[in-house]
């Protein structure tokens, strides 16, 4: 299932790649895609929300809310 992460406190492009590289360290995970200037973290997996906010906040972003991915542009 496809997800996107709203994040806050993703200021740059190496905040981007620490919080991809971490969610992709997950198993279930099989990939994930972070946009900085959007805030914003796209995940493909089967993981519960809470397995995903508890990685991204452990990577030191505060997570604003998960929801369903609909849709081509999320």
Same mark, same amino acid.
Do not use: Q, W, Y
């Given at each position: 299932?496809?997800?996107? @992460? #709203?994040?806050?406190?993703?200021?740059?492009?190496?905040?981007?790649?620490?919080?991809?590289?971490?969610?992709?360290?997950?198993?279930?995970?099989?990939?994930?895609?972070?946009?900085?200037?959007?805030?914003? @973290?796209?995940?493909?997996?089967?993981?519960?929300? #809470?397995?995903?906010?508890?990685?991204?906040?452990?990577?030191?972003?505060?997570?604003?809310? @998960?929801?369903?991915?609909?849709?081509?542009?999320?």
């Amino acid at each position: 299932m496809k997800r996107v @992460i #709203e994040v806050e406190g993703m200021c740059c492009e190496r905040c981007a790649e620490r919080a991809e590289k971490k969610l992709r360290l997950l198993d279930g995970v099989s990939g994930a895609k972070a946009n900085f200037k959007k805030g914003v @973290i796209f995940v493909e997996t089967e993981l519960p929300d #809470e397995a995903l906010a508890a990685c991204v906040t452990e990577a030191g972003f505060a997570v604003k809310c @998960i929801r369903e991915r609909k849709g081509l542009f999320g």
